[in-house]
């Protein structure tokens, strides 16, 4: 518990880190900056767990638990991403969205 | 936990035969990996005890035995299918990579299907995600498959996400994140509906339900074959194994939600599905949109929330990895011995090939569902079980968008068997596991139709809400 802090700030922080990576995610072009809209949107899980977990339910540890994993696992996820866009980057010489178009509809 | 020890060690056992092979013996990997594997599948068919691992974190009973061995077998059918590729010179530094992912994504997957609380599941969802994203890009100096690689990596990076945001607010409203503890507190309430709607937005997307399908057509498409058919029938069946366990288990208390938001989901993915199948020429497009229309005919089953349900969605789905591996059988031996992948560039394929042009005959009929194959069946069980729920108009729908798949469907038959060229493809000889993996397809569209014994297994373990 924070001190003079009610949960609801809180979840109100992390529903806006939701929703500005959602609209990172659809409205930038280059890749990197997609995959950290992505971050921005398991960040704000993030904090959602903790704040549940330590508002409500102080006497468990599973929302804590559960945020150690989602961060390791968002960690091999970038990795994976960005040797993917480098390979783009190869391929293409750019990671700007807009290019990679050879398959539509 | 035995399916998912045995992998672990296969995928280990790789690892080490892929350091301690020199450059020459590279490709005695393939048959060796290949043998292994059908050995775990055939253990995998021995009696397993039922019960629950750390805590309630892995359960397992007889229904998610029976739904790791169909996972396994496809897998089996779908490294049979990968010889040829993976011989050529450009993939022998890479064919323990293949393995190695291919059983690590499959052991994902198994954790999903046994998971007993939300981050099991989300693990094994990981798990079977993003190797995945490094498949699709295989192909390193193709373009198009690196940007199969990175479509597949980031429109699952979001999915995952919203589906954990879902997961926070469930977790938010009950406290828990065991299903067993989460079940008996489900309500509905604004709150958990909306973490249940964010959750199957994001199990949406590995289904490729209809909003959320844009992904799967490009990666289908540039995704090397075996890839492809890999993603379309492995990983789409264990996702779905997964929402269905899920929705029975945990969200049960939910279903005056989930039956309306399924049943418009259903619909669209259907339709939309089945009209662009009907305008695509690549073989592999059409097969992805193919097989979103699939998934709209899988959620039929799920919506009647029984037990003939579940058991009317996992016999689907064995009759869908026979049906659609013995599809990309054909397809993935012509366009390893020709390149070619158009539906156009099928014609007269009847006159030079005439076996393979029958057995795509087989695989493309039980698509359609015509009567005497598999997949006939395979439907008729998930309509009667969509009707005895009473969604009566809804399963008209279907009948007719099934009646409308007929016209796709038959199109490459009319191209291998009716239209004339001067220029097919040459006549070729398929290799030995090829053709033992066709005729495992073949085998499984004729027998799992008829032999009732099957289907009766199935009803046996199946459980309901």
């Known amino acids: 518990m924070i001190e003079g802090i009610p949960m609801q700030h809180l979840l109100i922080v992390s529903l806006f880190m939701f929703f500005a990576g959602v609209c990172g995610f659809i409205i930038r072009k280059n890749m990197i900056t997609i995959l950290m809209s992505v971050e921005l949107i398991l960040n704000a899980v993030n904090i959602n767990l903790l704040v549940f977990n330590k508002y409500l339910f102080p006497e468990q540890l599973q929302g804590h638990f559960f945020a150690l994993f989602v961060m390791g696992i968002a960690a091999a996820e970038a990795a994976v991403a960005i040797a993917l866009i480098i390979n783009i980057y190869r391929r293409l010489n750019s990671i700007n969205v807009e290019e990679v178009t050879e398959m539509k509809y | 936990m035995r399916n998912e020890l045995i992998l672990a060690i296969l995928a280990l056992v790789i690892l080490a035969a892929e350091i301690f092979t020199t450059a020459g013996n590279k490709h005695k990997i393939i048959t060796w990996s290949a043998v292994l594997f059908a050995a775990a599948t055939v253990a995998g068919f021995l009696p397993h005890p039922e019960g629950e691992l750390f805590g309630g974190s892995y359960r397992t009973d007889q229904m998610t035995v029976v739904m790791k061995n169909i996972l396994n077998l496809g897998v089996l059918i779908v490294f049979l299918q990968s010889f040829d590729w993976l011989q050529r010179k450009e993939n022998h530094d890479k064919i323990s990579e293949y393995f190695l992912l291919v059983i690590t994504t499959l052991m994902g997957m198994d954790f999903m299907i046994s ?12 798990l079977a995600t993003i190797p995945i994203a490094a498949l699709a890009a295989f192909e390193r100096f193709s373009s198009k498959s690196a940007e199969a690689g990175i479509k597949l990596i980031l429109t699952s990076a979001l999915s995952s996400g919203v589906l954990l945001f879902g997961l926070s607010f469930i977790y938010g409203t009950t406290g828990s994140i065991y299903y067993a503890d989460i079940a008996p507190q489900v309500a509905v309430n604004p709150l958990q509906t909306l973490g249940f709607i964010f959750f199957t937005a994001g199990m949406a997307f590995k289904i490729s339900l209809v909003p959320f399908h844009l992904w799967t057509a490009d990666v289908y498409e540039g995704a090397p074959v075996n890839v492809t058919s890999y993603l379309s029938v492995i990983s789409k069946g264990a996702a779905s194994f997964t929402f269905l366990i899920i929705l029975y288990k945990v969200f049960g208390e939910l279903l005056a939600v989930w039956q309306p938001l399924l049943y418009t989901l259903a619909l669209a993915t259907m339709t939309i599905g089945n009209l662009f199948a009907m305008r695509q020429d690549n073989f592999k497009r059409f097969l992805a949109f193919s097989s979103i229309a699939q998934a709209g005919f899988i959620l039929l089953g799920i919506l009647q929330a029984g037990n003939l349900g579940s058991t009317s969605v996992v016999y689907f789905v064995l009759i869908y990895v026979f049906t659609n591996l013995a599809v990309f059988g054909v397809v993935s031996a012509v366009s390893h011995a020709t390149g070619k992948e158009n539906i156009s560039d099928y014609k007269s394929f009847y006159l030079t090939n005439p076996r393979l042009s029958l ?33 009566y108009i809804l399963v008209f729908i279907a009948v007719l968008n099934a009646t409308i798949s007929l016209y796709y469907y038959l199109k490459p038959v009319r191209a291998m068997f009716i239209d004339k060229t001067d220029t097919p493809i040459a006549t070729f000889r398929t290799s030995l596991p090829t053709r033992i993996s066709l005729v495992m397809c073949l085998a499984g569209i004729f027998l799992v139709g008829f032999m009732s014994i099957i289907y009766e297994f199935i009803h046996a373990a199946s459980f309901g809400l």
């Open chain 2, 359 to 391: 057995t795509m005959l087989m695989g493309l009929f039980s698509l359609a569902g015509i009567p005497p194959v598999a997949g006939f069946f395979g439907k008729f069980f998930l309509f009667t079980s969509a009707a005895s729920a009473g969604y």
């Open chain 2, 115 to 126: 998971s007993g609380d939300f981050l099991m599941m989300y693990i094994g969802l990981e």
